[in-house]
């Protein structure tokens, strides 16, 4: 979701919003917001590049006895151990509560 701000010429004080929802597919676990890192790849001569960490995501559904429906995520492996733990509906609520999961 990304928002855009229109600022009147005329008047610019008035401010018009419009908010649009995107899709889009990015890399980032839906439960626990967990996304790449940046570091460095150092060489034996102690030479360094840069280079991208990922998350380690995997996509799983899940059934969810409370609402008697299935739901897609894109998780990550330290969030599919939260489940394990936790349960799905507590894992879930924390999620929406810490502003992760949208759906």
Do not use: Q, Y
Request: net charge positive; charged share 30%; glycine share 4%.
């Amino acid at each position: 979701m990304f928002i855009i701000r229109i600022i009147c010429r005329f008047a610019p004080r008035l401010e018009i919003t419009l908010l649009n929802t995107v899709e889009k597919m990015s890399r980032v676990c839906e439960l626990t917001g967990k996304k790449a890192m940046v570091g460095n790849n150092v060489s034996h001569a102690m030479n360094r590049t840069k280079r991208k960490f990922d998350a380690n995501l995997m996509t799983k559904r899940f059934f969810i006895p409370e609402e008697d429906k299935w739901i897609t995520l894109k998780v990550s492996a330290s969030a599919l151990k939260n489940i394990n733990r936790k349960g799905i509906s507590v894992v879930i609520k924390e999620a929406r509560a810490n502003g992760f999961l949208t759906k």
